[in-house]
C-alpha cells in the first residue's frame, strides 16, 4: 500500500505539469511509477536496490548495475563460479563486495586469518541463517547444514557418538576393504569386456555404499549394480539445485517458469525420503540382538534413541532430514576427493610411482590394514589426499550471514544482514597463501625431513585448518575427516597395488561443475588395466 501511495504523489506531482487530456488515473500511475524508477535508478546507480552504499569499500568492488547490482554477472558466470571467483578476487585482493537484490551485500574474504574471525574468533555473530534456511529448508529440512545455535549443537553431539577411534578400527579391515574388493570386482568385469569406467561414477557409488549402510544401516549395493542409480542420481540433482538457489534471489519464480522445474525437485526429494523412510521404519521395528550378538550402534540408533528434555523423541520427518544432512557429507567428500585425486595421479605419474613405493616399503606385500599405519605412517599418501582436497575441497564454497555489525582484523566493516562468503578453492590458489607453486598440484608441500620416519617419504606435516579448511574449521569442523581419509587411503593403496590407470584418448582436463560440492563436469573416463610387476 505504501509503494502504491508513493507511485500515485509521483504522478500527481508529474500529472499537475501535464495536459488536462494526459492527467487520467492511469497515466499518472505508471508516470508516477516511471519517475520512481529513474529515481531509484539515480539512488542505486552500482548497486542492488535497498542495499546502502558503501564508499569505504571503494575499489574493492565490481562494477554492479542500477537496480540489479552484480546479479546478471554472477548468472552470467552460474557455471564457471569457481573461476570467476578466483579472478575477481586476482583484480581486487583478498577482500571484494557484490550486491544481489533481496540478498543484499557480499563480502568476500580470502586470507586465513578473516576466516579464523568468521570461523572461530566471533563465530557466534556469523550463522546460516535466512541464506539458506530460506533457500534450502524444503530440502534439507532444520538439519545440521541448515542449522545454528542449540539445534546445530544438538545434531553435532548426537552425531558425534558414531565417530570414535573404535570404529575407525573396525572399518580398516571391514567395511572399506570389502568396498575395495567390490571395486576391484567391477574393474575386472570391464577388463574383460575391453571398455573404459568412469571413476568418478564408481567412486559416488562406493562411498555412498559405505556410508549408508555404516550410518544408517541402508544397504544399496549400487557398486555392484549397472545401470542408473536411483539414489545418487536425485542425490546430484539435488545438490546442483542447491548451488543454483543460493545463486539466484529468484529461484522461487524462475523454477516456476522452466516447465518440469518444480515436479523433478519434488520427485527428487521424493526419492531421498522413500529411502530416509525405509530405513527409519526398518530401526524402529528391529531387535538389535542378533546371533553373533548386539548389533553396533550407527547414527541412526543414537538420533532415533535420543530423548528431549520433555522424554519426546524425533519424529520421522525430522529424522528423514539427519539422514539427507548426512548423507551429503558422508558420500561426497570422499568420493569427489577420489575422483580429483585419481585423475592428478594419472596426469602426475611421479607422484603415483612415489605413492607405490611409500607403500611397498611400509606395507610390504600385506593386504591387512592397520589404522596407525594409516594414520602416521603413510605420509605420502595423506599427502596426496590432501593436496587433492587443498587443489579441490568438498565444499569449495561457503557464506555466513552477520548477526550483528563487526569489523574484520584487517579493518573492514561488517553491516548487520550483510553476508560473508568465502572460498576455499580461491584460497588454495592465492601465492599469498601458498607460495608461487599454489596452483599446481604439489603432494610435497605436507612433508618434513624425519631420518626417524619408517617413509621414505618423512613424516607428513598438518597445515592451520584456517589455511586449509576443506574440512571447514573451528567448532563446525567435519566431523566426518578420519572417516573420509581412511576410506580415501584403504581405497587407494588397495587398487593401485593391482592396477594401471590411464585416462581415455584426448581425455580434457577436467572442469568443476556448478554444484553445492565439487564434482567433475564430464565423466572421468579411464582405462583399468592389470598391473604387471
Known sequence: MAFITLVRMLGDLVGAHLPVYQQSATSKFFT???????FAIFKYPDRAIFVRPRPDLKGQAPRGYPLVGNMLEIIWNRENQLDAYLETHKRYGPVFTKTVPIMGRYIAINTPHLLE?????????????YLFSHHLRDILGHGIFVSDGAQWRFHRKTASNVFTTRFYRSLVNGAFKSGAEELCRVFDRNIARGTMVDLQSLFSRLTLDAFGKLTFGMDFQSLSKDGPNEFGDAFDFLAVE?????????????????PGKVRRVQKALEILDSYAQQAITKRRCEDRTTAEGPRTRDMLDFFINYRFEDGTAMDDEALRDVFKNFMIAGRDTTAQGLTWMFYHLMANPHALTNLRKEVAVVMGDSDEFEYETLTQRLPYAKAVFYETLRLYPPVPKNGKVALEDDIL???????????VVFSNYCMARSTDIWGEDAERFVPERWLVEDSAALSPFGRFRMESTFKFPSFNAGPRICLGQTFATIEALVTTIYVVRRYDFALAPNHPVPKPKGSVTIPMMEELKTRVSHRHT
Do not use: S
Request: no cysteine; hydrophobic share 45%; proline share 4%.
Open 32 to 38: 508516477g511509477a516511471f519517475a520512481l524508477l529513474v
Open 117 to 129: 574471525h568468521i570461523l572461530k574468533n566471533n563465530m557466534d555473530n556469523y550463522v546460516k541463517g
Open 242 to 258: 542447491f548451488d543454483a538457489r543460493v545463486t539466484n534471489p529468484f529461484w522461487f519464480l524462475t523454477d516456476r517458469l522452466i
Open 409 to 419: 582484523p584487517d579493518g573492514t566493516r561488517i553491516d548487520k544482514g550483510d553476508i
